[in-house]
């Protein structure tokens, strides 16, 4: 059957789980690759020797990258829809890598621990979906686990996030008795995760589904179920795709609880790529104009070959493989000779992709972050920030003849965005910028075995960075003579002013007005001002 351009996107969805570490996501995603066959399912002890071999191979690559083990993707396909999963670093440190993470995705799980509910890392997660309205599907996982109320996670939810709840299913017991999710609109239930479809129940309320649980739990079950129907909001789609409203579901990751109906949660709520917004216009992920955008550089992914792969998201139109993309930032043509799509911990050729898709296109330093390709239109894409520094080091070299390849490994890195590297107007040697200190420690490990560089780090003289910007050339000009010896530029050459101190930046900030200090800058408005 010849699938128009239309069907494509509307069969795809690209989303992130974002949670608090332990809280359940490796076990998720696992489980949701499971589903989609990109792990085979062949008997018990198949899936579980295959589950654990998954397992360690993200561990190996984890350990082998050191913690900087970054937004890794995963296509998998289930019931003739394609998923995208973008993994978000677990640790906190990489704040910037999540942010351009989540500039790539159309929609989140957001992964709760039963027992502990909201964490501080989902909070800070979910501010950054909140800054761009991404809407969300709440799992409430671990349920076989002695767990809270479930209202009071509800109640939690709404508070601290400032989110309307609406629950799809209803746990069946919690702890030891549970044994399975009804679904509150159908009055059906799903004993586990291995049944494809819930089986209806009869009776008023949730009796029948009462009738699985001890004596002694059956009345506050259907209790429950009855409050819930009542008291809480129902689903509405257009809350949820605003951001607004989370649909919830309860289950057990582990135990296979609820992850089907997560997944069919995905199909049938969760958005299919959305518009993107350019510089200069929208553009619908049905137009036939292929456009993308590189979110993430990660290098020597395969330690067997030194390459370097970009992350591109999908935009619009189709990319294929074999075509000439235009770079827009250079105007230059680019072949796209080997596009690849990445399954669980493979790789293959990626003959087409359409928009959701998340290819690899190896390069060597061609493109960068926030980098825009298309088949011929100058578009720009907004939205892959980058972050003021908020630690600033400068980096010393134990054998100084290395100099000169310290320099290169240090733009590689940067324009990997591992780091932000800027280069003093007065010659002094380079700083680095990072947002977390783990950076710090990834940068000096990489440079040590990738490129065989030990460095130290010394304490520069500054503490604060900030784009800088003026109404008029001349009034730039001005501020960036007077302060010559706190004047760097940034990898695209854009002026990036630097203080010892909070203090400092904001005595200049009061004496010139007209200077803008950003501590955010786009990527690729940035390159363009510089051009
Ligand atoms: P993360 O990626 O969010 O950090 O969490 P991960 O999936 O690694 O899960 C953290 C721990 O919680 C693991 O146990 C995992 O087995 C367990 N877990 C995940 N989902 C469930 C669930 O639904 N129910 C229960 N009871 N446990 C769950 P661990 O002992 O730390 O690791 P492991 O040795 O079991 O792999």
């Not at 293959?348 to 959701?356: K, N, Q, T, V």
């Amino acid at each position: 059957m010849a699938d128009t351009l239309e069907d494509k996107v509307a069969r795809r969805r690209t989303f992130a789980i974002i949670s608090h570490p332990d809280a359940g996501k490796t076990t998720l995603t696992e489980k949701l690759l499971l589903f989609g066959g990109a792990i085979q399912l062949a008997g018990e002890v198949k899936a579980k020797k295959n589950r654990q071999s998954s397992r360690s191979d993200w561990m190996k690559i984890e350990k082998e990258r050191g913690i900087s083990v970054v937004t890794s993707v995963m296509t998998f396909e289930y019931e003739d829809h394609v998923f995208n999963l973008l993994d978000t670093p677990g640790h906190e440190d990489f704040a910037d890598d999540t942010y351009r993470t989540l500039t790539a995705v159309d929609s989140a799980i957001m992964v709760i621990d039963a027992a502990k509910g909201i964490e501080p890392r989902t909070l800070k997660l979910f501010e950054v979906c909140r800054l761009r309205d991404i809407p969300i599907i709440t799992f409430v996982n671990k349920m076989d686990r002695e767990a809270r109320d479930n209202f009071e996670i509800l109640d939690e939810i709404e508070e601290k996030l400032a989110l309307d709840t609406a629950p799809i299913t209803w746990p069946i017991g919690q702890g030891k008795s549970f044994c399975g999710t009804y679904h509150l609109a159908e009055s059906a239930v799903r004993h586990g995760d291995d049944e494809t479809e819930r089986t209806k129940v009869n009776g008023p309320q949730a009796d029948a589904a009462a009738g699985m649980l001890p004596d002694n739990e059956q009345e506050g079950f259907v209790e429950g179920v009855e409050l819930a129907a009542e008291a809480c909001r129902p689903f509405d789609m257009q809350a949820f795709r605003e951001g607004h409203l989370t649909p919830v579901f309860f289950g057990s990751a582990l135990k296979n609880y609820g992850v089907r109906d997560l997944i069919h949660a995905l199909m049938d709520y969760a958005p299919a790529p959305r518009a993107q917004e350019a510089e200069n216009r929208h553009v619908e992920a049905t137009e036939k104009g292929m456009s993308a955008f590189v979110f993430k550089i990660q290098a020597n992914m395969d330690p067997n070959h030194r390459d370097r792969i970009a992350f591109v998201r999908v935009c619009s139109g189709t990319l294929a493989r074999g075509m000439k993309a235009k770079l827009v930032r250079t105007g230059k043509a680019m072949p796209l000779s080997a596009p690849q799509f990445f399954f669980a911990s493979q790789r293959h050729l990626a003959e087409e992709a359409y928009a959701g898709d998340v290819v690899g296109i190896p390069n060597h330093g061609t493109l960068r972050i926030g980098d825009t390709l298309t088949d011929g239109e100058d578009i720009v894409f907004r939205g892959v920030p980058n972050f003021a520094p908020e630690i600033l080091r400068r980096v010393s070299l134990k054998d100084a003849m290395k100099a000169k390849k310290l320099k290169e490994a240090l733009a590689q890195m940067a324009e990997e965005g591992v780091v932000q590297l800027f280069t003093p107007e007065d010659g002094s040697p380079a700083i680095v910028g990072v947002v977390g200190a783990l950076q710090i420690d990834v940068l000096a490990e990489r440079l040590n075995q990738e490129y065989s560089l030990p460095v130290g780090f010394e304490q520069a003289r500054f503490a604060v960075a900030r784009w800088i910007s003026a109404p008029s050339p001349q009034e730039l000009r001005d501020f960036m003579e007077a302060h010559r010896g706190e004047m760097t530029r940034d990898l695209d050459g854009d002026p990036v002013y630097m203080a010892p101190n909070a203090f400092s930046l904001n005595y200049e900030a009061e004496r010139w007005p007209k200077i803008e200090f950003a501590t955010v800058k786009d990527y690729q408005i940035g390159a363009k001002k510089a051009a």
